[in-house]
Structures are given as structure tokens and as C-alpha cells.
């Protein structure tokens, strides 16, 4: 079936340092997808999204990659804070469907 | 506006036992949504209700109910608890069925 997926499951990085991402997703009819943020302890929170007619999209420190080619997607942190440290989850939907398919969720730690 | 509320926080349930989770939102959303989150997984969507009065199977609807009570409430309920619900339960809401918007989650534990 249909899924999405992530590349690594765990990411550590130094305070500071810029953060990537990676989500692959299988089905070609998604167009829409978003980024969450999971804090320990509490539900997701949206943080970016992008449609399918779009490649690049930015937010305050985030900015959302799309690569419909190889069905690609990424988030990367600029200048990463303790406060980023959180699991990561991406989830598409497609035209017409009422239902985000999620990810498994990257968790991003963050080194002193 | 407080968002998507959920009630309880917190449930220790023994299995065989009943119980309802309720779930509000002020954000004068069509659609609403129950997930279940296990420990190092990901969200599966339970049951979802595209507009007020209609209700649809998600991923993993076995073992539970749904009732969308009015625009601002979707309750979620388990007749017979059984350890293998023993998870975070999270709803959510969208306006147009893209962008859901999460509460803080119930925490259940199924003895």
C-alpha cells in the first residue's frame, strides 16, 4: 500500500548547526504535505507545509524541500536550539482524500 | 481559543471495563479525527468524521466507537478495554480536511 516513510529514525546534532530531515513518500497522487513537531509529552504541532505545485517553501527558521521527482521530502532547522529537540513527522494526503497518512517520526536531539 | 480539547488526561483502565474519551475544538471545523500513537510509532487514525453526522473506519477501528455529537465534539469510546489499547490516544480537527490541528492526548494504560 501506499506509505511514507522516513530515512533515519534518530538524529543528533550540535546546538547551533543546521538540521535536515528526510521523508520519502510512495504514492505519486499526493499533493499536500506537512510537516509536525512532536514535544515529549504533548501532541503534534504543524510547522510548515507545501503543496505539490510548489518546491521550495520557508518559514521562520524552517524551510520545506519537495522533490517530486524521487518523491522526496525534507525539513531543515536553521541554526538549531535546544527547543527544536522533538520527533519529526511528516505526512502527505491526496486529492480528495479526507486522511493524513503519517510517517514513524524522526527524533532530532540536540548537542550542548 | 483554546483549540482542540481532550478529556481525560490521563486513564487506568481494568480490561472489560468501559470508557469515553471526549474531544472539543472552537475552530468551527468540518472535520474531526481520533488517533492512536504507541510508544516509538507513528499516528493511526482510528475513526474520522468529514462533517457533522457522518463518521468513517480509519486504520484501526476495531475495538472502538465514535459519536460526533455536534460540529465541536467527537467522542471516541471503548466498550471492552483490552491491553492492546493501552496507548496515547490524540484527536484532531481540519478545516478542509488538509492542515489537522492536535490536543494534548489521553493517556490510557489498560491493566
Known amino acids: 500500500g501506499e506509505s511514507v516513510g522516513l530515512h533515519l529514525p534518530t538524529l543528533s546534532v550540535q546546538e547551533g548547526d543546521n538540521s535536515i530531515i528526510n521523508c520519502a513518500y510512495s504514492n505519486s497522487a499526493s499533493d499536500y504535505f506537512i510537516w509536525y513537531k512532536q514535544e515529549s509529552g504533548k501532541g503534534p504541532q504543524f510547522i510548515i507545509d507545501?503543496?505539490?505545485?510548489?518546491d521550495k517553501r520557508q518559514g521562520q527558521r524552517v524551510t520545506v524541500l519537495l522533490n517530486k521527482t524521487v518523491k522526496h521530502l525534507s525539513l531543515q532547522i536553521a541554526a538549531t536550539q535546544p527547543g527544536d529537540s522533538a520527533v519529526y513527522f511528516c505526512?502527505?494526503?491526496?486529492?480528495?482524500?479526507?486522511?493524513?497518512?503519517f510517517g514513524q517520526g524522526t527524533r532530532l536531539t540536540i548537542n550542548p | 481559543n483554546a483549540g482542540v480539547t481532550q478529556t481525560p488526561k490521563f486513564q487506568v483502565l481494568k480490561t472489560g471495563q468501559s470508557m469515553t474519551l471526549q474531544c472539543a475544538q472552537d475552530?468551527?471545523?468540518?472535520?474531526m479525527y481520533w488517533y492512536r500513537q504507541d510508544p516509538g510509532m507513528g499516528l493511526r487514525l482510528i475513526y474520522y468524521?468529514?462533517?457533522?453526522?457522518?463518521?468513517d473506519k480509519g486504520e484501526v477501528p476495531n475495538g472502538y466507537n465514535v459519536s460526533r455529537l455536534n460540529k465541536r465534539e467527537f467522542s471516541l469510546r471503548l466498550e471492552s478495554a483490552a491491553p492492546s489499547q493501552t496507548s496515547v490516544y490524540f484527536c484532531a480537527s481540519s478545516d478542509r480536511g488538509e492542515t489537522q490541528y492536535f490536543g494534548p492526548g489521553t493517556r490510557l494504560l489498560v491493566l
Open positions: 475552530m468551527n471545523h468540518n472535520s
Open positions: 505526512a502527505e494526503i491526496y486529492q480528495g482524500a479526507q486522511k493524513l497518512v
Open positions: 468524521s468529514a462533517s457533522e453526522g457522518t463518521t
Open positions: 507545501i503543496r505539490s505545485n510548489m
